[in-house]
């Protein structure tokens, strides 16, 4: 993965002393989209080298992507207790409020539409609309292992689970992850605030899942119970690889500015595309 072109990141602090990594893209003065990335991702990984932040601000958007806790250069805390869905959504506040932004575009994607689910309700005043990419209803992280997953860490043992096998291998993918704080985000993720029908966002939201993505099901019903829910169906994208799709950011960028102030005609972003068509067709394994 390359970064040549990145900003240098900056960090905010949070509410209770971790370090939040940052990254601006873009001219300050036009709208702006807070981009939140996946379990086991980065803000470069998820955002800047799949295009997102390049034909954002070609679309005419100011960009702030976080490194969630525990994620890229972010501090990376092994206690359970810091990963609450109230401290991510917290961590997105505090940035808001260290750019001086009073309203947002949300664009999250797994772990980072989950939190975006829980800020747009909490900071409706803030966040203005929202792209929830891999997004399922209920609790997906109910299942995991952590006493087998630990045990794996640190002794090697061998992991039968599948969807806990699913969640290491990610954590593994990317140089850099520590695998006991992100062993750490799940437990502490679990049994939090859950996307439901009964605690939908007020605000326009488009949601958009992989084709082959074993979630669609559920994606597809949590917006058909959106009161301003929008779907789209990302072609031939599973859960992994739909953050490279051309499909997916165009989709967003149109509906960033259908709902918003940003008015430039799509054709003058330039020619964008697809960054991979495969990274993984591995099984899914949703935050």
Partial sequence: MSTRTAPPHRFVYSTDGVNLATYEFGDPSTPTVLAVHGFASSALTNWHVT?????LVRAGFHVIAIDQRGHGLSDKPRSPAEYTMEALVDDVLQVLDAYLLDEVC????SLGARVGWQAARELEGRITMAVLGGIPDGDPLKRFKVTDARAHIEHGTEVDDRLTGAYLTMARALPGNDLKALVALVEGMRGGPQPGPENSPAQPVLF????KDSILPASKALAA????GEFFEIPGRNHFNAPTSRAFRETAIKFFRQNGSVSTDISSTGTSTDVS??????GTAPV
């Fill in 106 to 109: 949300y664009a999250g994607y």
């Fill in 277 to 282: 068509t495969d990274i993984s067709s591995t």
């Fill in 225 to 228: 119970a959106t009161p301003n």
């Fill in 51 to 55: 295009g997102w932040t390049r034909d």
């Fill in 208 to 211: 958009a899942t992989g084709s």
